[in-house]
């Protein structure tokens, strides 16, 4: 145990506050709340993370006094969890070599992670794939889509096993359960997309994904308390963040997925949009934000350093004007 845990849990004992105290904010039964999960179905190795060790009670303890301060933390705790222990390669190397008929060229070695660039085709409109190889872990950008739905069935697979066990008979309230949904969800999607995205495109795309995530746990919070919704004045963005105190989840989210993201730069466009309109059924569209400007100068200055005309990608698409 750390000593920052150490130190953290005798504070705590010192006030008389353990995670059995979590007991003291039950709930009636029917008031647990209810999202649209879909895919629920856990990952298949989701079972060996054993979610009921008594450090992450501990630090689900601490959720509860401050949540605002203590949901990024305690998520970056299990999404630091899940990623050391549930990513799994996506390919191996023979099989990208067998897969691109052997096309595959190594481009340079850094720090014993090989680097292949292939050229490949994207429905006819041709792209730069880059493939990242360090042991037995293989990323390849060309498997982006099942990548990005595996993370989030991990975070929701998380979600689940908590709710099942942790809060099995210690009920939270709703706003600390959303709060904490949205922090698992948007940290592995945020994380994700750009382990592997880097487009003013795809961050146009992503901020779709926010905005409609809140508005999805908006109106679950509503049903499960069979609360009337006005459908056809749906609360602006600005309101749903007000809402969840997403802006101070974000900036936090943002310091701490530095820690883990490893950015692959990709040079093509994506079609983010259809895989995460598949996985959440999102329709509406996102205003612009300030941090898009700044994606856009870096992409800029990338593919200058790089010599990459900008055929293809955001600018393609208009996004980067």
Known sequence: MSRAKQLRRE??????????????????????????????????????WDVEDAAYADDVATLVQDPDANIPLVASTFCQALLENKQEPNLDKSEILRRYNGAGSRQHQHNAVDIYRIQGHNQGIPVLEEVKYLGDHVTANGTMHAEIVYRVKQARGAYQQLQARIWKNRRLPHRLLHLFYVSLVQVHLVGAMEAYVFTAADAKQLEVAQNNLLWRMYKAWHDSRSLPIDKQHRP????????????????????????????????????????????????????????????????????FQHGIDGEFGGEREGFCH
């Open 11 to 48: 504070a705590r004992a010192a006030q008389g506050l353990t995670h059995t105290s979590l007991e003291v904010l039950s709930l009636p039964s029917n008031d647990v709340p209810r999202f649209p999960l879909v895919h629920a179905d856990l990952p298949a190795d989701c079972e060996s």
């Open 236 to 303: 602006s963005t600005v309101d749903l963040r007000q809402w969840l105190h997403v802006d101070t989840i974000q900036s936090k989210l943002r310091m701490l997925r530095v820690r883990w993201v490893v950015k692959l730069w990709k040079q093509g466009p994506l079609h983010i949009w259809k895989l995460i309109n598949g996985i959440f059924n999102f329709e509406a569209e996102a205003p612009r934000t300030p941090w898009h400007s700044q994606w856009d100068l870096d992409l800029r200055i990338w593919r």
